[in-house]
């Protein structure tokens, strides 16, 4: 048994989007639930958030965005930069605490202190742009994370991995010319497809290029052919690549039962992702695999998914 630390701070619960939106506290909600009900939490290492440096941030986000955005909250705006962005006067608090719990997480996997973990934060993260909120994400946590040990580790090689089913279009731009950073993305596409972005020929820039694969899929191919493109496409990368450390952008948003996608994956072909993520982060990372909660809006699928999910990265 690993020893695993859960990231959740009911403090992520105040940024409130209103009615009608699929991006709920009572999405973090199901996940403790969940997790609550594997009886997993007397096993995992309970940990808190807290206020990230603005200096870290600062490294994917430029500082008139921080700031236009922190003035929007402060102003009581309800949206920012697009509708989808729903948000109240706690939100930038509450992004805060999601990159600075996140950051606190990584220092304790470096440290030694914990195996690997998992991020149960909000607001998500890997649609936010250098410049740009989009798709419910205001920082790019995931983003932020990479950045953070580069700098503060001097982490040399590191592959992100992200399975929800939109693509992440804020990582990818953000590392598309830096060869240190593998970015993966297996996401649904055509229909339901925001942002729009991750077609497969776009595979990064410059001394970047070739260090970007998406994957995208067609709609109701199911779990055969993400374990198809999984095996074929990203674990040849880790072989050949060796990344010191694996973040995952964990969007369980492809699930049959959840109403933002129709690729139809099941909840045991969640599992058997993770499964290869931590069986790869074993044989490559010293055990180092990092997730961060993206989306997931099935409140209903939501426990079981996070259940398995934290029971995989204790017991592989």
């Known amino acids: 048994m690993k020893k695993t630390g859960f990231l959740y701070d009911e403090r992520y619960l105040l940024h409130d989007t209103g009615p009608y939106h ?66 109240c006067c706690e939100t930038y608090e509450t992004a805060l605490l999601a990159v600075g719990g996140v950051i606190d997480t990584v220092q304790q996997v470096m440290k030694g202190d914990i195996d690997n973990a998992f991020c149960a934060v909000r607001p998500p993260g890997h649609h936010a742009e250098q410049n740009r909120a989009m798709g419910f994400c205001y920082f790019n946590n995931i983003a932020i ?41 297996i996401h649904q596409h055509p229909s339901f497809a925001y942002p729009g972005t991750g077609r497969d020929f776009e595979q990064g820039s410059d001394a970047g290029f070739g260090f970007t694969k998406n994957s995208p899929v067609l709609p109701g191919k199911g779990d055969e052919e993400y374990q198809n493109r999984i095996e074929m496409e990203l674990l040849p990368v880790l072989e050949t690549f060796i990344p010191e450390v694996i973040l995952v952008s964990a969007g ?44 997931g809006y099935s409140l209903k699928q939501l426990p079981e998914l996070a259940g398995n999910h934290v029971n995989i990265l204790l017991n592989g």
């Open 252 to 295: 369980f948003d492809a699930h049959i039962d959840d109403q933002m996608s129709n690729i139809n994956l099941s909840t045991e072909c969640f599992s058997w992702i993770m499964k290869k993520m931590v069986k790869m982060a074993d044989i490559y990372a010293n055990g180092r695999v990092i997730s961060i909660l993206e989306g």
């Open 145 to 185: 994370a990479a950045r953070y040990l580069q700098i503060e580790w001097d982490i040399k090689k590191i592959v992100i991995v992200d399975f929800d089913v939109h693509h992440g279009n804020g990582t990818q731009h953000i590392f598309e010319k830096d060869p240190s950073v593998f970015y993966y993305s």
């Open 22 to 87: 699929p991006e709920v506290p009572e999405r973090l909600k199901a996940v403790y639930k969940g997790i609550k009900e594997a009886e997993l939490l007397p096993k995992i290492v309970r940990l808190k958030a807290g206020r990230a440096d603005q200096k870290w941030i600062e490294t994917v986000h430029d500082k008139e965005y921080i700031n236009r955005f922190e003035r929007a909250c402060l102003s009581g705006r309800s949206t920012f930069d697009c509708p989808d962005n729903q948000m």
